[in-house]
Structures are given as C-alpha cells and as structure tokens.
Antibody
C-alpha cells in the first residue's frame, strides 16, 4: 500500500541546520506533488512547503521563505526539506504528505507518521 | 490566528448529529477553492476524511459528510460514536497567500 516514512528529525540549536527526508513507496513517486506540513506541540496543522511532481516549482509559507528548501529525488523516491537558520518557533512534528488528484480536487491524501524537530539551546 | 476559522470544540452524545463549521474568505473558500477535511487522533498523523467539499475517500463511513456555501464549509457527523473523538481540520488554498491553509482545528468530544 502507499506509504510515506519521514526521518531526520532531532534536537538542534537555534541558527543551525537540519535536513528531513521522506521516503515514498507503493506508488509512482514521480507522478505526484508533495507537501510538508508541521504541527507545533499542542497546536494545529500548518502547511510549510510544496513541490511539483517533477521538482520544477516550489511554494513556501511566508515564515520559512529564504530559510527552508523543499526538493525531491525521484530516482530515490525521496522528498527532502532542508531547514537552515532554525528558530525555536520551528519546533514541531513535520509530516510529509502526498497530493492525490481526485476528480480535479487535490487533497493531502497520504501522510507519513511524522518526525519531531526541536530547536533549543 | 488561522486563515480558516473553526470552533475550538464541539460535543455530542453518542448517536447524535454534530457539525463543525469552517469560515474563510473571498481569497480561499469564497474564491471557489475546494475544502478538504482531516481527522487526527492525538499522537497520530492526520487522515483524509472529506475531499473536494463533499466527497468521501474509500473506507470513510457515510456518517461523515461535507458541504460548502459561499465563504464557509461544514463537516457533519451523524450517529456519533465514541471512536469519532478526535481533532478535525478543514483545509483549502488561499490565492492571496499563494499557499495552502488549515483551520485551527476542532476537538470533538463524545459525551
């Protein structure tokens, strides 16, 4: 079945960098747009970034523009989120999600289990 | 606060019908962008519940239904069950922000 598995989370000091990975399986990874969504402790969901199926276009929430970079390697069925200049407010569980077209609608259909990122000195 | 507004909490007795509202604006729901709904049991990943305003993915019980009108949307749950206790989020796209947006989430309690 379709599955996404995130990795790369951990504890990092403010100002440092971290790269998250999301491995896809059970579907043709290179055919679908992919998102990163985060959830701060006790808070709601926040969309972070999107990349098209071929990696040609990216979109970001304003709070991470210039600091985070979303990318993908379709030969490895893997999505990435490079996070630089991390701030305490970036502390959250980070989920990757697969966008599936359903009759012209594009919901976040498949989600990974999440990986925790803690930014603290 | 969130671009899409949801009530923080709703509750109902088992067997009852409850609804959760999601209020947006002319740049998201009112612009014609689809509304999707997700269910999240605490400690687990979100699960797609309703897509394209009023469609259920395979495996989602027909007790769950969605609707959309103007700048708002609504999720209805009929025949409430204890297992429906979870957090529920609406989601759409915002043309002004050029990005996807979520509601703040609603905690559903089965009394």
């Amino acid at each position: 079945q379709e599955q996404l598995v995130e990795s790369g989370g951990g504890v990092v000091q403010p100002g440092r960098s971290l790269r998250l990975s999301c491995a896809g399986s059970g579907f043709t990874f290179s055919s679908y747009g992919m998102h990163w969504v985060r959830q701060a402790p006790g808070k709601g969901l926040e969309w972070v970034a999107f990349v098209t199926y071929d990696g040609s276009r990216q979109q970001y929430v304003d709070s991470v523009k210039g600091r985070f970079t979303i990318s993908r390697d379709n030969s490895k069925n893997t999505l990435y989120l490079q996070m630089n200049s991390l701030r305490p407010e970036d502390t959250a569980v980070y989920y990757c999600a697969k966008e599936t077209p359903f009759s012209g609608s594009y919901p976040f259909h498949i989600w990974g289990q999440g990986t925790m990122v803690t930014v603290s000195s | 606060q969130s671009v899409l507004t949801q009530p923080p909490s709703v509750s109902g007795a088992p067997g009852q019908r409850v609804s959760i509202s999601c209020t947006g604006s002319s740049s998201n729901i009112g612009a014609g962008h689809d509304v999707h709904w997700y269910q999240q049991v605490p400690g687990t990943a979100p699960k797609l519940l309703i897509y394209g305003n009023n469609n259920r993915p395979s495996g989602v019980p027909d007790r769950f239904s969605g609707s959309k009108s103007g700048t708002s949307a609504s999720l209805a749950i009929s025949g409430l069950q204890a297992e429906d206790e979870a957090d529920y989020y609406c989601q759409s796209y915002d043309s002004s922000l050029s990005g996807w947006v979520f509601g703040g989430g609603t905690k559903l309690t089965a009394l």
